[in-house]
């Protein structure tokens, strides 16, 4: 699951099977995408209470990823600078757009590449340097 993968003591490992977990779930039985980001969210806009099950979600990832920023920063794997909402943000919306590419058939190699370069700029924003290069 995501929650066992932010359990990693290390960011980079947090990062890194974050992407591969969702590549894997993504391209799993074909170019799939995200579950909700396919389903329920095209249904949100009509129905409140998919609408409101949809927010939750989103609004409780967006807490556990920038709590767990906040703990990489305590950590002093990113720098006290660092803003753990916005790099939420950026997980958030990689998580977003590799659904997005691997639903139009992007391979599991170039989403990989693009989770490198998500990594990077979270190392790049975070301030400290030390969010590794990616899955392999």
Partial sequence: SFGAAL???????????IAERSIELFTRSGPNGCFM???????ASGDPEIMSAVR???????????SRFRQAIRAGELSEDADPEALAMIVASHHYDLSGRARA????????????RRN???????????????PS
Wanted: proline share 4%; no cysteine.
């Fill in 120 to 134: 990077e700029i979270v190392r790049l924003f975070g301030g400290d340097g030390k969010a590794d290069s990616g």
């Fill in 105 to 116: 058939g992007y391979s599991v190699d170039e989403l990989r590449a693009l989770a490198r």
């Fill in 7 to 17: 359990l990693r003591p290390k960011l980079a490992d947090v990062l890194n099977e």
């Fill in 37 to 43: 980001l396919t389903t329920a969210v095209p249904e």
């Fill in 56 to 66: 939750a979600a989103m609004d409780e990832r967006d807490q556990t990823r920038a």
